[in-house]
């Protein structure tokens, strides 16, 4: 009996979104996309919300014709690695092996989910990501500016996430985008090395999709030179061959180091005149200005070069946008290489003990009510503090793992008038007599409306226990039992693992990075292979509530 053909890769979509407007139009082309059951449309879309601060929920619509869900989830401001870890880890609880990492600027054209399911039935095995094809639209009416040519360079990126589907297999075995990547560039090119290295192979597809340019200010080409900070970060993570391994082209670094060069001579040949003139050495400045003067016609060519390779390909005398662009390029031409040396300097020095991803376990934060102790609303009683199960064996062996643990807590009875904090005082020293001394206690005595900035799910106290122990945010994971537990690890900077009980929502479980179903669990998956938390399906309690 010949058999029939083999189900179709099943994939959830994942999109990072700073709220722009585009996010919109972007669920609306996929909404519009043809499926069937050869080429069915993605389990789920998951939304991450990755603007700062208490905002708004993002508003969103789709047509209630589609077969799959759109949901959104926080981000909290860390960039798109974090945020798109934040939103896969969330998604492959759909079932998905695959997850589409788009951008929230995209247009998908008919047909992109047929070619997507035609890209992922061709992976064998052995490929852990394809990538679409990226077309950006240019004026046809006169040459592109500067900020349009670099939205066009997407079209021959490698690895770019614009339009990227990652196997979630391959994704769990590098533990996802390294976070420590603070924007959109290079985060890309770093997972796509790692996967490569975990021996995964990297193809392209044949799907397409639309990537306009978007407005820019006229200061942009400067702002974007902070990406020279995560060229330091590549090259101490894969080491001096890092562009060539990463398929990256090489920029013009070297010339920016040059113009920088000519600029401190200029300034160091004009001090020294200076002081010469001053002792009255007429010789000796006459030397120095000489010295100075050559520096400024140095910068004075190397900046006009760059103007000019900036402009050439440009529009033209007679464009109505020549003016603007010529405008441009000058005020932003002379600022660009000591902005490009500032940022590549401070990059090397931030990242000079960077190791590998992801960083390692140093501290464990834990809930307490509902986490280590039965919750009893508002209590002050010591008498009734009842530990959890599994409670002392799971503290315990994060001391015997040598890491400290800390107590992170809401106390809203306090602002409430329901409790004084001796009250509560006294109830943390009974937990402290049953599992043993905690590194660090911190709690939040504030009512809700009190608007506090260490009220989970605010990353208050998170950042205050990081820093009494001092470790980073980063090295820190949260065990909790509600979603406030997650959001605050996740706005701090920190791990998360969640162990639902009956009072768990259900979406609180769904968002969750990850779940363990017992105290006990969590621990041991935290204390895993490497220092990194282990990935734990979610309980069948977790459907309750």
Request: glycine share 10%; net charge neutral; with cysteine.
């Amino acid at each position: 009996m010949t058999p029939g053909p083999a189900a179709p890769a099943s994939y959830a979509v994942v999109v990072p979104s700073v709220g722009r407007a585009t996010l919109q139009w972007l669920l609306d082309t996929l909404s519009a996309q043809d499926v069937d059951a050869r080429h069915p449309g993605p389990l789920e879309v998951v939304v991450v919300d990755d603007r700062r601060g208490d905002v708004e929920p993002l508003r969103l619509t789709v047509p209630d014709t589609v077969a799959w869900t759109v949901r959104t989830v926080r981000g909290y401001g860390r960039g798109p690695a974090a945020a798109r870890n934040r939103g896969w880890r969330a998604a492959r609880r759909s079932g998905a092996e695959w997850i589409a990492f788009l951008d929230d600027d995209v247009e998908l054209p008919a047909g992109w989910v047929q070619r997507l399911a035609e890209d992922l039935a061709a992976c064998g095995p052995e490929v852990g990501a394809t990538q679409g094809r990226i077309d950006v639209p240019l004026p046809d009416s006169r040459r592109p500016t500067d900020w349009e040519r670099n939205t066009a360079s997407l079209q021959d990126a490698d690895w770019a996430t614009a339009d990227m589907a990652y196997r979630v297999a391959a994704l769990e075995a590098v533990s996802g985008f390294d976070e420590r990547f603070p924007r959109a560039y290079r985060e890309d090119a770093d997972l796509a090395l790692r996967v490569r290295r975990a021996g995964w192979q990297l193809v392209r597809g044949r799907r397409r999709i639309t990537h306009p340019v978007r407005p820019a200010d006229d200061l942009v080409s400067l702002r974007v030179q902070a990406g020279n900070a995560d060229d330091a970060l590549m090259r101490r993570l894969h080491g001096p061959g890092w562009r060539a391994a990463a398929q990256a082209p090489a920029g013009g670094f070297k010339w920016h180091v040059a113009t920088v060069g000519a600029l401190g001579a200029t300034a160091t040949g004009l001090a020294a005149a200076l002081v010469a003139a001053v002792r009255g050495r007429r010789s000796g400045a006459r030397t120095a200005l000489a010295g100075a003067g050559a520096g400024a016609a140095a910068w004075a060519w190397l900046t006009g070069r760059f103007v000019l390779l900036r402009i050439g390909p440009g529009p033209r005398p007679g464009d109505p946008e020549f003016l603007p662009e010529l405008s441009r390029m000058l005020r932003t031409s002379a600022a660009i290489p000591v902005a490009a040396v500032q940022h590549k300097l401070r990059g090397r020095w931030r990242h000079r003990g960077t190791g590998p991803w992801p960083v390692p376990v140093r501290a464990v934060l834990f809930d307490r009510d509902g986490t280590l102790v039965h919750d009893v609303p508002y209590n002050g009683d010591p008498a009734q503090v009842e530990l959890v199960p599994g409670a002392k064996e799971a503290v315990d062996a994060v001391r015997a793992a040598g890491l400290p643990v800390g107590v992170v807590s809401n106390q809203s009875g306090i602002g409430r008038g329901l409790l004084t904090r001796g009250q509560v005082d006294a109830v943390n020293a009974r937990v402290a007599e049953l599992l043993g001394p905690f590194d660090t206690w911190q709690l939040c005595p504030h009512a809700p409306e009190e608007d506090c900035a260490c009220r989970k799910p605010r990353p208050g106290m998170v950042l205050a226990a990081a820093a009494a122990l001092g470790v980073d945010p980063s090295e820190c994971v949260l065990i909790g039992d509600i979603g406030a537990d997650v959001e605050a690890a996740q706005a701090a900077g920190a791990r998360s693992v969640l162990v639902p009980t009956p009072v768990t929502r259900r979406e609180e479980v769904t968002a969750a990075p990850a779940v363990a179903a017992t105290l006990t669990d969590a621990v041991a998956s935290v204390l895993g292979a490497d220092g990194a938390t282990t990935e734990v399906p979610a309980p069948s309690a977790a459907a309750r509530g």
